[in-house]
């Protein structure tokens, strides 16, 4: 699909390229051609009206062609004058051309002998004036030639570039459809493992073989493995309403010092049980323009995770401070195990587990990723450093303006 699709941007383009060199080169024969003939219409016009001048035209910027003026003369004869450029000495060739010119109009080409003439008819007398329109082929030949040279070598110089630019503007797209296809890949590995332990311990539930303490435990199981799925399906859930959702919610300015402490409440009671301290530093009065629902979500991602790894007996810090003049900085602290620099570069990736042990304790990988897509999408940067034995999650967000 990838490869059709970028076929189809690189023909696209050279089909627009191949249509503005067209039109640009067709614009440039035709113009010159035009006004080659129209100078040598203004030369043949002027030589028209002052027969008796000897030499050619003298005017400043006017266009010089080799020509001869032919007069009807007593009894049939013809006159020729300015000829000197020209062997006129055959009067058929000249009553022949008399012939052509009296059929066509006041102005006209005679191609086959490169002739363009102009014709003055008054009672009793006929005047043609010719000019040699030679050069005027071999300006038009040479063009033609270097149009064909240039709109060849732009053609390739063009094809290269768009092949270039095609791999450039499919890229997005082709990672979007690696993802999606990880995604997927992820999503259906995440789910098998609870699927097959329901459709196992189902089957053994119809066994009549089965008994009670066994059915008991299998039901168990299969409540367990269910619950476990339908966390994962919340969460894919939540990703995708974040993926889809943030752009089409209306932004407020948001407290954000009021929505961390508040954020910080529930979780109170929770660390308490798992023997864990947790202490804040908020600076009040830090706002922000934004979704606060999502928000508010980012601020649990952080402090569930800070549960769920921190060493027991540990103290989770939560801090929130203004950055300068136009953002603040919300920090989430807990002691625990070192993440490795590899972890702490795809930790917000989706599906991806520091602790794969901790696929049981209904974590999916998922929560940092939608942290991570709330925070992208109302320009900030979140990220993660580990050092000391400490481990710290930050949120960069711009504040409002007063």
Not at 83 to 110: I, K, M, P
Not at 265 to 279: D, K, S
Request: aromatic fraction near 8%; include cysteine; charge should be negative.
């Amino acid at each position: 699909m990838l490869k059709k699709l970028r076929r189809k941007f690189v023909c696209i383009n050279m089909a627009i390229v191949t249509v503005m060199l067209c039109v640009i080169f067709g614009t440039v024969l035709y113009f010159t051609q035009a006004n080659l003939k129209a100078d040598s219409l203004r030369m043949m016009e002027s030589i028209a009206e002052n027969p008796y001048q000897m030499g050619l035209p003298s005017s400043a910027g006017e266009t010089r062609l080799p020509y001869f003026i032919l007069r009807a003369g007593p009894g049939g004869a013809y006159i020729v004058t300015n000829g000197g450029n020209f062997d006129l000495s055959d009067e058929a060739f000249l009553r022949d051309l008399v012939t052509v010119v009296e059929a066509g109009g006041q102005t006209g080409t005679l191609e086959e002998y490169h002739l363009r003439y102009w014709r003055e008819q008054t009672p009793g007398t006929l005047m043609i004036v010719f000019v040699d329109i030679t050069s005027e082929y071999n300006t038009m030949q040479n063009l033609w030639r270097s149009c064909i040279l240039i709109g060849l070598a732009s053609f390739a110089v063009f094809l290269v570039l768009s092949i270039l630019l095609a791999r450039w503007a499919i890229r997005p797209v082709e990672q979007a459809w690696q993802q999606q296809r990880q995604f997927v890949a992820d999503a259906s590995h995440e789910l098998k493992t609870p699927l097959t332990v329901i459709l196992t311990n189902a089957e053994l539930l119809q066994s009549p073989d089965c008994e009670e303490p066994a059915r008991s435990r299998m039901a168990d199981n299969i409540l367990t493995m269910s619950r476990q799925m339908r966390g994962l399906v919340e969460d894919l859930l939540e990703l995708a309403r974040v993926d889809d959702g943030i752009a089409r919610t209306v932004w407020t300015r948001v407290d954000l010092s009021r929505l961390v402490s508040d954020a910080v409440l529930p979780f109170e009671p929770v660390c308490f049980e798992a023997g864990l301290t947790l202490e804040t530093d908020i600076q009040p009065d830090i706002t922000v323009r934004g979704s606060e629902s999502h928000l508010r979500q980012v601020a649990e991602i952080l402090l569930d995770n800070a549960r769920k790894y921190a060493d027991p007996g540990g103290t989770v810090t939560v801090t929130l401070t203004r950055q300068g003049r136009r953002h603040c900085l919300l920090s989430v602290a807990d002691p625990g195990e070192a993440i490795s620099p590899e972890d702490l570069k795809n930790i917000f990736k989706r599906f991806y587990r520091v602790d794969k042990a901790r696929a049981m304790d209904h974590s999916y990988g998922l929560g940092l990723s939608i942290a991570d897509s709330i925070v992208t999408d109302h320009h900030g940067k979140i990220w993660a450093e580990s050092a000391g034995g400490i481990n710290t999650f930050f949120v960069s967000l711009p504040t409002a303006q007063q």
